[in-house]
């Protein structure tokens, strides 16, 4: 059930995009998008529940595909700031089409942007 | 700061102890879960308390044992752990989906670090 996140890890320059992707073989009620910094706890970022949303949060958007299961983080002209681990999250639906609440991590994308 | 307190930041306890960690919010969330995070890996669920309830157990062995008093605390009751069992506990909490399905982020807390010796 855990997700499959692309790539491993992203190193950057300030200034620089980058693309995480984030993929289950289930069909998901969610898909939670997080990032970690060493030493602290993991911190949310968005939500995506319908298939074509997209949603932004300053400089970091995100899209789901519902059919394919799939989601994408974009990181926009990063910042330093940016660096840490982005763990996607999904919850898989179930039969009545919700979800029971259980959402489970992706292994994780360590994203490091020099200056 | 977080808005999900977790007690104690660090924890020793050898194979024989019983310990406990704590959780709380004040955040009026109806869900709170405990996650295991070890080095370098993802947080890894084991239980879901949904209305003071436990909603999922994600086949965690017996010697972790969860409890939920009230819908501001969570805790875990550690018993005969291994070494194996060392690493980060994570809590964290979340608002009923029932109404809002966006507004169910995971607030997480800062920690328990836990050595098993």
């Known amino acids: 059930q855990q997700p499959v996140q692309s790539p491993q890890a992203v190193i950057l320059r300030e200034g620089e995009d980058a693309v995480i992707n984030c993929s289950s073989s289930k069909a998901l009620y969610s898909v939670h998008w997080y990032r970690q910094k060493h030493g602290e706890a993991p911190v949310f970022l968005m939500i995506l529940l319908k298939g074509g949303e997209q949603k932004g949060h300053e400089k970091i958007s995100a899209s789901f595909n519902e059919k394919k299961q799939q989601s994408s983080l974009y990181l926009t002209a990063s910042q330093l700031s940016y660096s840490g681990t982005y763990f996607c999250?999904?919850?898989?639906?179930?039969?009545?089409?919700?979800?029971?609440?259980?959402?489970?991590f992706g292994k994780g994308t360590k994203l490091s942007v020099k200056p | 700061d977080t808005e999900v307190t977790q007690t104690p930041k660090h924890l020793v306890m050898g194979m024989t102890n019983k310990k406990s960690l704590k959780c709380e919010q004040h955040?009026?969330?109806?869900?709170m879960y405990w996650y295991k995070q070890k080095a370098k890996k993802p947080p890894e669920l084991m239980f879901v308390y949904s209305y003071e309830k436990l909603s999922i157990n994600e086949s965690v062995p017996s010697r972790f044992s969860p409890e939920c008093p009230n819908s501001s605390l969570l805790n875990l009751h550690l018993h005969a752990l291994q070494p194996e069992d060392s690493a980060l506990y994570l809590c964290?909490?979340?608002?009923?989906?029932?109404?809002?399905?966006?507004?169910?982020?995971?607030?997480f807390g800062n920690g328990t670090r836990l050595t098993v010796t």
């Open positions: 964290a909490s979340s608002p009923s989906r029932d109404r809002d399905p966006y507004n169910s982020p995971l607030h």
């Open positions: 955040m009026g969330h109806r869900a």
């Open positions: 999250g999904t919850e898989p639906r179930v039969n009545y089409g919700g979800s029971q609440g259980n959402l489970i």
